[in-house]
């Protein structure tokens, strides 16, 4: 009986997703098309060193455009997620990226280019097949990709993702865990996952200039950055007053508004091209980081 119980409840999951994906029009078919006719594209986050004031890097974010408008990732993501159809959309984000900044990244090789992950990215070594795949060949090197693996979901299975994660290492690619301090794994999970860089969330970059306790947690998670020897990325900086607190406390690196919103590709190169002139040869970019 236990058997046939199973097999109903099977049955009764898989008429509830029949249902939600086949509906004439349903949200996940309408994924499912938009991915086919290409039309989620990642927008691009500048990543500036605070100290020197340089362009290091970027964070690409998924946006999907339609004819009625640019949908943002929050209202999209959790659907992609529950429907398998995430997959297939970052590898289209990454395809995307790649086309978009192969030549300035094969110009400017210390830039860097992030990802965003979910759990289930995390599962099994598939994800990096098709990173090695989409980047092979690319002027972009593995050596100039993160990816990032929020902190906000739980993952199904931590040595699984630690396999994952140091395979990615392994080819050269850095290992984020994003929004830390709002979520399931914690310190856990900087202990287990070996990541390289911690993302500290904006709701904690938020509280400077207002509570006192909130900002006793931003000073604890710089310092414990700074004693794991990983590398902090403030996001969601807004003000100067913000800024100028972070840089004073030691961080290095951030992103936000106060220096600008995740870009279209062609915005985004514009500005890199503003900050590193295509005529700054790569000579004199490595002699300048030296
Ligand atoms: P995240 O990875 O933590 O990305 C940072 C979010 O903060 C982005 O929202 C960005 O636009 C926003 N942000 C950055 N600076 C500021 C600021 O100064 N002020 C404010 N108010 N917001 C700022 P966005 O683009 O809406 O993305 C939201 C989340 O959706 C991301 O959070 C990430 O978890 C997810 N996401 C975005 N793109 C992708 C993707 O390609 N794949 C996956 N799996 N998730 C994605
Ligand atoms: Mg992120
Ligand atoms: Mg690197
Ligand atoms: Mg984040």
């Given amino acids: 009986y236990a058997n046939i119980g199973g097999v109903l409840v099977g049955l009764l999951f898989a008429l509830i997703y029949a249902m939600i994906t086949f509906r004439g029009g349903g949200p996940v078919r309408e994924i499912a098309d938009g991915i086919r006719r290409g039309e989620f594209e990642p927008y691009y ?22 004819r009625d408008g640019v949908i943002p990732p929050g209202r999209f993501i959790p659907l992609a997620e529950a429907s398998g159809e995430i997959y297939p959309m970052t590898l ?85 865990l994003d929004d830390v301090g709002t979520g399931h794994g914690g310190l856990s999970y900087l202990l287990k996952l070996g990541v390289d860089v911690m993302k500290m969330d904006k709701m904690f970059v938020d509280a400077i200039g207002t509570e006192r306790y909130s900002v006793a947690i931003v000073d604890s998670l710089v310092k414990l950055a700074a004693d794991m020897r990983l590398e902090l990325i403030a996001e969601g900086v807004e003000t100067f007053e913000q800024l100028q607190y972070l840089r004073q406390k030691g ?35 490595d002699a300048d980081d030296a």
């Fill in 45 to 66: 986050q500048p990543v500036i060193d605070i100290v020197s004031g340089k362009l290091i890097g970027c964070e690409a974010l998924v946006r999907w455009r339609r």
């Fill in 92 to 176: 289209a984000v990454m395809t995307k990226a790649r086309d978009d900044l192969g030549a300035l990244y094969g110009r400017l090789p210390h830039l860097e280019l992030g990802f965003n992950l979910v759990a289930g990215h995390f599962d099994n070594l598939d994800i990096v097949d098709d990173v090695q795949r989409i980047f092979d060949g690319s002027p972009i090197r593995m050596s100039q990709l993160m990816f990032e693996v929020t902190e906000r979901q739980p993952l199904q299975n931590i040595a699984r993702a630690r396999v994952v994660i140091s395979r990615l290492q392994q080819l050269g690619a850095r290992v984020a």
């Fill in 251 to 285: 961080v290095r690196v951030a992103q936000g508004y106060v220096f600008a919103p995740p870009l279209p590709a062609a915005s985004f190169l514009q500005l890199a091209d503003a900050m590193h002139p295509a005529h700054e040869t790569r000579a004199a970019v």
